[in-house]
């Protein structure tokens, strides 16, 4: 599956932002989603993911309250809700797919994953 982030940019402290990932392919269905980010100088780290064996989406602390994950299969769409966004927000966002399986440990790892996208920035200023 090939991977298209979309919808970073520049936002103020406060603002929300929605960005989205299209898949490629007619079996986005079974695949498992997550988003992660990358700051400069930092380590890539996880933020949220949307796993079928787990029902639900679930978060990194970092961003539980303000993100929100969702999907729209008929679109092969995957979308991250971003709101209150902070400084500390600013990253390479990342959205990454692995095959779907009954596994129900979280997969919070970017090593989880086997497809990426190329990455959308957003820049939050102050």
């Known amino acids: 599956v090939q991977l298209q982030a979309s919808g970073g940019g520049l936002v103020q402290t406060g603002d929300s932002l929605r960005l989205s990932c299209a898949a490629s392919?007619?079996?986005?269905?079974?695949?498992?989603m997550g988003w992660f980010r990358q700051a400069p100088g930092k380590e890539r780290e996880f933020v949220g993911a949307?796993?079928?064996?787990?029902?639900?989406?679930y978060y990194a602390n970092s961003v539980k309250g303000r993100a929100t994950i969702s999907r729209d299969n008929g679109k092969n769409t995957v979308y991250l809700q971003m709101n209150s966004l902070k400084p500390e927000d600013a990253a390479v966002y990342y959205c990454?797919?692995?095959?779907?399986?009954?596994?129900?440990?979280?997969?919070?790892?970017?090593?989880?994953?086997?497809?990426w996208g190329q990455g959308t920035e957003v820049t939050v200023s102050s």
């Open positions: 990454a797919a692995k095959k779907r399986s009954a596994e129900t440990v979280e997969a919070t790892t970017d090593t989880r994953y086997d497809y």
């Open positions: 949307h796993i079928w064996s787990k029902g639900t989406p």
């Open positions: 392919g007619r079996t986005f269905s079974s695949y498992d």
